[in-house]
């Protein structure tokens, strides 16, 4: 039983084209995030949500935006992709900020 | 600004060669440091968690430490399975989130 489960685990785009990463965890956590992985293996923390707060790292473009139907489901939302959003993104939950986050298997997107 | 820095980089061990890899940080007060394990092509896994100065945690062949300033990952008598990228972060005070180091590539030869 997959505890974050994330698809599509390969994405190929052209430039300009609008995606979106789902990802669902089934541990009964109240927090989700989104991370970044870039070609140097560096993860970088996106967004962080749970059912009261959205807390977005403000280095993150607007193009970006998070969408969560229910505190299960936290799903990634891109447009205009650009080609230095080519990464591995990756999505994680905990049952706060305090406890250890668990992750996805990622999702390595490759804009053409 | 919160800083965590890992070294080495990459760490290549014989199998039975025990070494440590280190975790730095700089943060506006330390509510946890987390270490992780990552294999190619997959996500994060947890391994331990330290909450203050002092504490200790150990899973099998590994022992995580934690001061005011470091964390030290030991690694003893270690085994090919044991390759992976070890990733070290803090959640600070002031964070909503985990600031990751760039990690420690392991390998180790039979």
């Known amino acids: 039983d997959t505890a974050v489960s994330q698809t599509p685990k390969y994405l190929v785009t052209q430039m300009g084209n609008d995606k979106s990463i789902k990802c669902e965890q089934n541990l009964g956590h109240d927090t989700m995030y989104w991370y970044k992985q870039d070609s140097k293996k560096f993860l970088k923390i996106m967004f962080s949500y749970n059912n009261k707060e959205l807390i977005i790292n403000e280095t993150v473009p607007n193009r970006f935006s998070p969408k969560s139907p229910d505190k299960a489901h936290l799903n990634l939302h891109i447009n205009s992709l650009e080609l230095g959003d080519s990464a591995v993104y990756f999505c994680?939950?905990?049952?706060?900020?305090?406890?250890?986050?668990?992750f996805g298997d990622g999702t390595r997107l490759s804009i053409l | 600004e919160d800083q965590v820095t890992q070294s080495p980089e990459a760490l290549r061990l014989q199998e039975g060669e025990s070494s440590s890899l280190n975790c730095s940080y700089t943060?506006?007060?330390?509510?946890?440091l987390f270490w992780y394990r990552q294999d190619p092509g997959k996500g994060p896994e947890f391994l331990f968690t330290?909450?203050?100065a002092g504490e200790e945690k150990e899973k099998e062949r590994l022992k995580a430490t934690l001061t005011k300033k470091e964390s030290f990952l030991h690694i003893t008598a270690p085994k090919p399975e044991d390759s992976a990228t070890y990733l070290c972060a803090v959640l600070a005070n002031s964070g909503y989130a985990l600031n990751f180091g760039k990690g420690t590539s392991l390998l180790v030869t039979p």
């Open positions: 994680a939950s905990s049952d706060s900020s305090q406890q250890p986050q668990h």
């Open positions: 943060v506006s007060g330390l509510r946890g």
């Open positions: 330290l909450y203050s």
